[in-house]
């Protein structure tokens, strides 16, 4: 999913299943950080800019912030440790096979609301950590987009035999399975599932998700028709250009009161300095696959840019990144508990 929905509706929903506003914002920021989170800060300790050594140890040595999304592909570490628990968690092979018209297995085939994406969002809702609620509620929901997909690079995620791109998850399908209006064809699938409505995945998406949150916040989702009926209305009936993100942003600023996602709040205060990889940062994402594409990385930082661990501790970008190195710890306990192999 992209980020009309893992920010925009996630903050929507949230408000509506009772989180103060304040606190839907930061599980809706937390849940698109995920997808923004492609290259790594370095954080610089005290002892680069000049201070005593004697400061504690964890004031003193540097290192770099979380990555839960990039497309580098050939690394089979990304796989384990950014695509499969963060974006395409295993769910029921059995489910995923029997769609499929060559009936093939797989043990990390996604399947929408799977038990495993379901334990890991429980986990986090019991923790309280509004931070590790987005990023559960981000991979939860990318259970619905990633259905049918493995986040490997396996024959099983390919759509054409002769398509130039590796069949890694949905890549070779582009960014269309992300898209809450798109209708597209996998022809993987048997008939009676080869045409796909993503409203209607992402419909299905939003209930659930309400009703967890709902039944976090001790409140009954009795009104679910009437928070998810908007969402419908809006996805079947639209009329602006599916590439038009600014014009997907105001409808729910407009029409759902959502504040407008602002991808530098909680850098703000940090005195980040960044580097120039605007052209790295395109390489590494979904959009980034031309035929230029590798030498966005000749001469190029693989770092975003620095922060210092002053300003960094404590700060909600800190408490982000604990939360994902959590809630991957959590998805390979999970994995270990089930009996799947993750590379």
């Known amino acids: 999913m992209n980020r009309e929905f893992h920010y925009y509706v996630v903050c929507y929903l949230a408000r509506k299943a009772g989180f103060p506003p304040e606190h839907a914002e930061t599980i809706a920021l937390s849940s698109q950080m995920v997808d923004d989170s492609k290259l790594p800060w370095k954080i610089e300790g005290e ?10 140890a964890d004031q003193s040595a540097s290192f770099m912030t979380e990555v839960t999304q990039n497309y580098l592909f050939w690394d089979p570490k990304i796989a384990r440790d950014v695509y499969l628990p963060f974006h395409f968690i295993p769910g029921d092979p059995q489910l995923a096979a029997m769609k499929r018209k060559d009936r093939k297995l797989h043990p990390l085939a996604v399947t929408a609301d799977s038990q495993n994406a379901r334990a890991l969002l429980v ?7 509004l931070f590790r609620i987005g990023i559960a509620l981000h991979s939860y929901a990318d259970t619905w987009a ?30 269309t399975p992300d898209q809450p209006q798109a209708l597209w064809r996998d022809m993987r699938l048997a008939a009676s599932y080869e045409d796909i409505s993503n409203s209607a995945r992402f419909l ?25 009926g908007p969402l419908e209305e809006l996805w079947l009936n639209r009329r602006t250009s599916k590439n038009d993100s600014l014009a997907a942003a105001s409808d729910y600023v407009i029409y759902f009161d959502v ?4 991808p530098d709040k909680w850098f703000r205060s940090l005195e980040a300095r960044q580097f120039d990889t605007r052209e790295l940062l ?11 594409w590798l030498g966005a990385f000749s001469g190029q930082s693989m770092v975003r840019g620095t922060i210092s661990i002053s300003n960094y501790s404590d700060s909600m970008f800190a408490q982000w990144n604990a939360a994902a190195s959590a809630h991957r710890d959590a998805f390979m306990k999970l994995m270990h508990t089930k009996g799947i192999q993750v590379l």
Not at 123 to 129: H, I, K, M, P, V
Not at 206 to 212: D, G, L, N, Q, T
Not at 259 to 262: I, W
Request: aromatic residues 10%.
């Open 47 to 56: 002892q680069n800019s000049g201070h005593p050594h004697t400061l504690p």
């Open 123 to 129: 986990d986090a809702l019991r923790s309280g950590n």
């Open 146 to 175: 990633h259905q049918n997909f493995t986040g490997t690079a396996d024959p099983f995620n390919e759509l054409e035999a002769r398509n130039i791109l590796p069949a890694v998850g949905h890549l070779q399908a582009g960014t």
């Open 204 to 228: 299905e998406a939003a209930r659930m998700i309400y009703r967890f949150l709902s039944t976090a916040q001790h409140k009954k989702f009795e009104d679910e028709a009437f928070v998810t």
């Open 259 to 262: 504040p407008p996602y602002d």
């Open 282 to 292: 395109k390489a590494i994402s979904a959009e980034g696959f031309g035929t230029e």
